[in-house]
């Protein structure tokens, strides 16, 4: 079954309320599909498949309670798993809610329904659906990504790119902050390469201290030094045949990127205290969050050796600039870590969605993966909480006024003129600001503006 774009099924047995749904969600890019029982939703989810499902608890024949809601949520889910499923709740019913999302649906909302409420919900909703399929479609097994997750554009750009120039020996460098992933990159450009089979040896410059580095790099002989009293190879020839992953290349001493830059040219090596050269065969990658070409400038960083790594410079944008990213990479290190003992926890709190959408992520996906990992450790209901992640709001006001600050707040501003303009009216408004209606409820969320209030 395919997962049909700006298809939403609505589940509803209340007639009125469906057809104002129908009515309200209706236009030239979205199908709506209504029915009023289980058995047509499943039927209509075999047919269509629907990437977003508004669902009422109570459906007969079991209208006032909450089984035969609960039922066809979970086989919804297991014909198709991917589905984002709202359910909608009584009053009060914050039990239920919870229940829900344990069971595997998207979010809740909670009746009487505004659904100009319901449409932030629900294009947050296909928002995720469309970034986790662009994923799914990223990583086919002849894409293997070696555990990359990411449905931004950028990164898919990235991902792209990294798939293109894998079978070359290009040298290539990735730029960005720590914990976005760079890694995790050079390691899927060595398994698309044609030396996946041979090692990939990774080795942190910032890590190793001067006076061992060229020893760890390139081996020493018996006696090269006191304490050297046999010969040992280093991580070039380690990494014979495969790739050597040369992390925070921006720490390395300039006496040995003289000599690193001696490898890059001659492919050959000396270990420490000898004298023959040996050529080995190895594809450099490189990596750092330093402003290379700022050291260059500076003369900390040699220039040559810059163009030598530099053949293609990949950035990696930070997470906190990766629309979306945050929700994808945090249901999927939940799926990752809630097993077998934590197999218990299902799910996010509403609360816990919006405080990892809020923060700014200083310390990348790495920090995510890390809170998240504590987080299903630490919940004691089936759903993390705000407060299990553990989020210093601090750490979103260290913020500098930066180019992405200034930009943030011109879009801001647009926006709040096209409302305005527009008389709050949100379709007048996107197409005044020439993005679609889900794009303009996208933002107003992310800049916390309200239609009703843009003020
Ligand atoms: N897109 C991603 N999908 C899944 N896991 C990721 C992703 N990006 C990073 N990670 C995970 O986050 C952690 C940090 O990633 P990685 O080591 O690649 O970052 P880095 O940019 O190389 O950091 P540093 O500069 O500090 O070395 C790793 O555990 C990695 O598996």
Redesign the pocket.
């Known amino acids: 079954m395919v997962m049909q774009d700006n298809v939403i099924l609505i589940i509803e047995d209340d007639e009125g309320l469906r057809s104002q749904l129908r009515w309200h969600f209706d236009d030239e890019s979205t199908t709506i599909l209504t029915v009023g029982d289980r058995e047509s939703a499943l039927a209509a989810v075999r047919q269509h498949e629907p990437m977003v499902v508004i669902q009422d608890l109570g459906l007969p024949p079991d209208p006032e309670g909450v089984s035969q809601g609960f039922r066809c949520m979970s086989e919804i889910l297991s014909l198709a798993g991917h589905t984002k499923i709202i359910v909608l709740t009584g009053k009060g019913d914050r039990e239920n809610a919870l229940k829900a999302i344990e069971l595997g649906a998207f979010d809740f909302y909670t009746k009487p329904v505004d659904p100009m409420q319901l449409d932030h919900v629900v294009s947050r909703a296909f928002h995720v659906a469309e970034l986790e399929l662009e994923n799914r479609r990223l990583l086919t097994p002849q894409n293997p ?1 070696g ?4 449905g931004h554009p950028d ?1 898919l750009k990235v991902c792209r790119l990294v798939q293109k120039i894998a079978p070359s020996d290009v040298t290539c460098t ?1 730029i ?12 899927m450009l060595h398994r698309l390469s044609e030396r996946s089979e041979q090692p990939f040896i990774a080795i ?1 410059c910032a890590a190793i201290p001067e006076n061992l580095m060229e020893s760890e790099l390139f081996g020493y002989e018996k006696g090269a030094f006191t304490g050297a009293d046999k010969a040992r190879s280093g991580l070039i020839e380690a990494a014979a045949g495969g790739t050597l992953f040369l ?2 290349i921006g720490d390395m001493p300039l006496a040995l990127q003289a000599k690193l830059l001696r490898f890059l040219q001659e492919r050959t090596i000396e270990r420490v205290g000898g004298r023959k050269s040996t050529p080995i065969d190895v594809r450099v990658t490189c ?3 330093k402003n290379i070409e700022q050291m260059v400038a500076a003369g900390t960083f040699r220039e040559d050796l810059y163009y030598r790594i530099a053949e293609m410079v990949i950035d ?1 944008p930070p997470l906190r600039e990766r629309d979306g ?1 945050k929700a994808v ?1 945090a249901r ?2 939940l799926a990752k870590y809630a097993v077998d003992r934590y197999a218990r926890v299902t799910g996010f709190s509403q609360d816990a969605v919006a405080a990892i959408e809020d923060y700014d992520w200083p310390g ?3 920090e ?2 890390n809170k998240i990992k504590k987080a299903v450790i630490l919940t004691d209901g089936k759903v993390i909480e705000r407060d299990d992640l553990g989020l210093d709001p601090a750490s979103n006001t260290m913020r500098l006024l930066n180019l992405r600050d200034v930009r943030q707040e011109a879009e801001r501003k647009a926006i709040m003129q096209a409302l305005s303009i527009s008389n709050n009216n949100v379709s007048a408004a996107a197409k005044a600001l020439g993005v679609t209606r889900p794009t303009l409820y996208d933002l107003l969320k992310k800049y916390h503006i309200s239609a009703d209030n843009p003020s």
Request: cysteine-free; glycine content about 12%; overall charge negative.
């Open positions: 990504t555990g990359l997750v990411t990164m990735f960005g902050e720590s914990g976005t992933g760079k890694e995790v990159l050079a390691n942190n992390d925070e990596a750092t969050n990696i990213d990479l999927h290190f990348n996906v790495r995510m993966e």
